[in-house]
C-alpha cells in the first residue's frame, strides 16, 4: 500500500488537487466568472473540474463522491441538476450529496467537491 501523497497546485491555503491511494481529492471549486445565473455558474465549475480531473490522469467516469453546496436550494437546485445531467457520466454516476450553504462570497452560487479513482 503506497503512503505516498502528491499534491497539486499548492498555496498557503491549500492543495487544488490531492492524490493518495490511487483517490485524487479535488478541492471545492466555484465559478470564475460571477455574472452568471446557476446554469453558467453550474457549466463554468464543471468545466474547470474536468480541467482539474485531466490534470491528476482522471476524468468524471471515475467520480467516487461529489459534495454541491448551493447559496439557495431552493431556487437554484433544478437549475442546478439541469446542467449536472447534461455533463454528468450517466453510466458511472458517483455518490451526491447536495446542501445549502454560506459560500465565502456573495456572488457565488455554488461550490463542488470531487473525488475521483485515478
Request: hydrophobic share 45%; with cysteine.
Given at each position: 500500500?503506497?503512503?505516498?501523497?502528491?499534491?497539486?497546485?499548492?498555496?498557503?491555503?491549500?492543495?487544488?488537487?490531492?492524490?493518495?491511494?490511487?483517490?485524487?481529492?479535488?478541492?471545492?471549486?466555484?465559478?470564475?466568472?460571477?455574472?452568471?445565473?446557476?446554469?453558467?455558474?453550474?457549466?463554468?465549475?464543471?468545466?474547470?473540474?474536468?480541467?482539474?480531473?485531466?490534470?491528476?490522469?482522471?476524468?468524471?467516469?471515475?467520480?467516487l463522491n461529489v459534495?454541491?453546496?448551493?447559496?439557495?436550494?431552493?431556487?437554484?437546485?433544478?437549475?442546478?441538476?439541469?446542467?449536472?445531467?447534461?455533463?454528468?457520466?450517466?453510466?458511472?454516476?458517483?455518490?451526491?450529496?447536495?446542501?445549502?450553504?454560506?459560500?465565502?462570497?456573495?456572488?457565488?452560487?455554488?461550490?463542488?467537491?470531487?473525488?475521483?479513482?485515478?
Amino acid at each position: 500500500m503506497s503512503t505516498e501523497i502528491k499534491r497539486i497546485d499548492s498555496n498557503e491555503r491549500l492543495s487544488r488537487i490531492v492524490i493518495h491511494n490511487g483517490v485524487v481529492h479535488v478541492a471545492g471549486v466555484t465559478a470564475s466568472n460571477l455574472d452568471g445565473d446557476i446554469q453558467a455558474q453550474t457549466r463554468d465549475v464543471l468545466a474547470k473540474i474536468d480541467g482539474y480531473l485531466a490534470q491528476a490522469g482522471t476524468d468524471k467516469s471515475r467520480l467516487l463522491n461529489v459534495q454541491i453546496w448551493l447559496k439557495d436550494i431552493d431556487r437554484d437546485f433544478a437549475g442546478m441538476n439541469a446542467v449536472w445531467a447534461e455533463w454528468a457520466d450517466r453510466n458511472n454516476m458517483p455518490t451526491r450529496a447536495t446542501c445549502e450553504a454560506k459560500l465565502a462570497r456573495p456572488e457565488l452560487l455554488v461550490e463542488i467537491i470531487v473525488s475521483a479513482a485515478l
